[in-house]
């Protein structure tokens, strides 16, 4: 009686007990016991509530959180979570987010019932109050099982239906009904699988006689396998979904219908961005980002706030990934405005995490030695999980392990040695508080960690801390695959390369282990290649592959000995050079200069490229090394051979080229040489390294000669090294 209280007023009221009665008694005469489906339906109830007194705390929270957010009856949830756990109660790992996106597409079913009424059929009719009966008592199981019993009915009317071509409409109407209502109680059971089938069961009978209907059901199996995708990482089955939307929007009349259309779109545009984010796929995520505007004709603020705030949501995290930096955080800092911490706390959550992404991100790629967006990223992950911390406890680890890595970035970067070891032992512990070890947020988390404890192996000198970092990495990789997460792949296997390569060469060589680092950083060169638009990452893991086959002895080819700067056989230097520099622009962000170098000789042979120097610079004495702030750039006409001359250097990334020219750059966008220089003939490559190596020393020379521009440059070469790399 006191759970029956509990669930019916939503957890508003929970009546005082005190007692240690473990099963129901009868007092005064014997019970009036119901037989047959009823007794089961009854017995199903009562279990389904005395389970319910056992479940923890917290996890309670979570599901009365989600039913109030959602409106939907506790028990109906509380029935669902017992399917997640298997009965054990408690909601943990991946069960969290099942539960909010069930109880989701629950409440859509529930505000646009379809075909809904009851057969004539006898059997089926029959059947059909019996689950009604046990989805009304929340015993789900039961209930999907006599939908189950009534799709057999129906198969076996279906088989008889062209004898009955009199009654095929209202026939196949029926049982199209049927195929709904068992794709609903299996969406209750989490059988996104059996629901998907059975609501394309439902639209092939639906096809006969509304195609609206159709339309309507096929929309709910896409948006099935659309869940079934996000926790089991399931990319064909998201790919189905994509195209099951494709075609869905082909046939509804936008003018007619712009919610059904726009809501569409919407769906397709995340299941787009999950499948592109695991393969890297740009092309996948520009549609995503045309999906999300295209739903935001229709939906504002205003009109439906739910998905308004989905839609801008995905916006944001595609800006976040283009580079569309400032466009995402006004979106981002416009959502947490709106979204009540306290009456959509999931939601506010998610927001404060989106933000503390955006931040890491600019961190991680700007500067190496800026931490002020790191830090603010830690603040921002620690406030989201101040808002998951009562109701997702795996929201809850998850941003405890994102503030831990963002700690832990910014004293790799400070060599702040107690703070990082700080951060690797707060990481630690958010990973033991996540319980499924074969999840995929416990991949992600163990590869954060992993690259962590990997990185402060070096940094410390500590080989201990490196073999953590591998074995912890080598856990990750068994779940984060090149198939279900390509990129993260090839980060973890770089890192597994750093790692070796530091253990290989500490003390006397270790041949076996500078091998096993050559392996990783080939594996992670190609997979970033396959994931395309990673030009940088892929040559920067090969020139780290190429100088250990070096190390080795290994045999290498001549695009590898350019790529990897090794010195020619014989010397080559540029001498009796001069050069004249001129303001070439100026703007608030920076200065432009030309210099062009006259009188080049290599070898006492004239140097026939015409060259000239960019510099781009936002504060005093400084080169920033998340800027290519000094491009040294050449007509291609320069080169002497076709095969540099007829190269695409284009492909090498936006900052390569214009056509007609070839650069080398300085800074942080210098691992682009390395791609430009694999792309050129050997002999090339060391003639325009040796130009690039002297061309410090012909601004200096400029500069003594009273030029105030040079001058002006020259001091910039002393303030970063130049390398290569």
Not at 243 to 251: F, S, T
Not at 253 to 263: G, I, M, V
Not at 533 to 553: C, E, M, P
Request: hydrophobic share 45%.
């Amino acid at each position: 009686v006191s759970q029956e209280v509990y669930v019916d007023t939503g957890a508003r009221q929970l009546p005082w007990t005190s007692s240690s009665l473990s099963r129901v008694l009868y007092f005064g005469r014997d019970a009036d016991a119901p037989t047959g489906d009823d007794a089961q339906i009854i017995d199903d109830r009562r279990k389904l509530l005395l389970d319910i007194a056992t479940v923890p705390p917290q996890s309670k929270a979570y599901v009365e959180a989600v039913a109030a957010q959602e409106d939907l009856k506790l028990a109906d949830l509380y029935s669902m979570l017992e399917v997640i756990n298997s009965g054990k109660g408690d909601v943990t790992g991946g069960g969290q987010q099942s539960l909010l996106d069930v109880a989701k597409r629950v409440r859509e079913v529930l505000d646009d019932p379809i075909l809904s009424g009851a057969p004539t059929d006898p059997e089926l009719a029959r059947l059909d109050g019996l689950a009604n009966k046990a989805i009304a008592a929340g015993a789900f199981r039961l209930a999907f099982g006599y939908r189950q019993q009534e799709a057999k009915r129906a198969a076996a009317i279906e088989n008889g239906l062209d004898t009955q071509q009199a009654q095929i409409d209202s026939t196949r109407r029926e049982l199209a009904g049927v195929y709904a209502r068992v794709a609903e109680a299996a969406m209750y059971n989490l059988n996104t699988g059996a629901e998907a089938d059975a609501y394309r069961r439902a639209a092939k009978q639906s096809d006969a006689f509304d195609k609206s209907v159709s339309l309507r059901l096929r929309l709910r199996a896409a948006n099935a396998l659309a869940d079934k995708a996000g926790p089991a990482m399931d990319l064909h089955a998201a790919l189905v979904a994509i195209a099951l939307y494709q075609d869905i929007l082909k046939q509804i009349d936008k003018t007619a219908t712009p919610a059904l259309w726009a809501a569409v779109q919407l769906r397709m545009g995340e299941t787009m961005w999950e499948a592109a984010n695991r393969q890297g796929d740009q092309s996948l995520q520009a549609s995503a980002v045309d999906a999300a505007a295209a739903a935001l004709k229709v939906f504002t603020q205003a009109s439906d706030f739910r998905r308004w705030s989905e839609a801008e949501r995905l916006l944001a995290e595609s800006m976040r990934n283009t580079g569309q930096t400032a466009e995402a955080m006004v979106l981002l800092t416009k959502l947490l405005a709106v979204t009540g911490k306290d009456s959509s706390p999931l939601d506010w959550a998610r927001d404060e995490e989106d933000l503390g992404n955006l931040y890491f991100d600019l961190g991680f790629s700007g500067s190496d030695t800026d931490t002020d967006l790191l830090t603010k990223a830690a603040v921002a992950f620690a406030a989201a999980a101040t808002g998951y911390q009562h109701y997702d406890s795996g929201g809850y680890a998850y941003m405890l392990a994102r503030q831990a890595d963002a700690r832990a970035r910014v004293a790799l970067r400070t060599g702040d040695r107690a703070l990082l070891l700080s951060a690797i032992a707060d990481g630690r512990h958010a990973l033991t508080m996540e319980p499924s070890t074969g999840s995929e947020q416990w991949g992600n988390q163990a590869k954060m960690l992993g690259e962590d404890i990997a990185a402060a192996g070096p940094l410390l000198d500590d080989a201990a801390l490196a073999k953590e970092g591998l074995a912890t990495l080598a856990k990750a990789e068994r779940i984060l695959t090149t198939k279900t997460a390509r990129v993260d792949w090839a980060q973890m296997r770089e890192s597994d390369g750093d790692a070796l390569s530091y253990l290989g060469k500490k003390g006397s060589k270790n041949t076996a282990l500078l091998l096993q680092a050559v392996v990783a950083y080939g594996e992670a060169s190609e997979a970033f290649d396959e994931a395309g638009g990673w030009s940088d990452a892929r040559a920067r893991t090969r020139v780290k592959k190429i100088r250990l086959q070096q190390l080795l002895g290994q045999k290498l080819s001549p695009g590898d000995i350019a790529l990897a700067n090794i010195p020619p056989p014989a010397p080559l230097m540029v001498s009796d050079a001069t050069a004249s520099v001129a303001t070439m622009y100026a703007s608030a962000q920076g200065e432009g200069f030309r210099v062009e170098i006259d009188h080049a000789t290599l070898d006492g042979k004239p140097l026939q490229l015409s060259l000239r120097v960019i510099t781009d610079y936002n504060s005093a004495g400084k080169i920033p090394s998340n800027l290519s702030l000094l491009r040294l750039a050449a007509d291609i006409s320069g080169l002497g051979d076709p095969e540099s001359q007829n190269a695409n250097y284009g492909k090498c990334g936006d900052l390569a080229a214009q056509p007609g020219e070839v650069r080398l750059h300085y800074g942080k966008e210098s691992a682009l040489n390395s791609c430009i220089l694999a792309l050129m003939a050997p002999a090339d490559a060391a003639l325009w390294e040796a130009v690039w190596q002297d061309l410090p020393a012909l601004i200096a020379k400029a500069a003594q000669g009273g030029d105030s521009n040079a001058a002006r440059i020259d001091p910039l070469f002393a303030v970063k090294t130049v390398t290569s790399f």
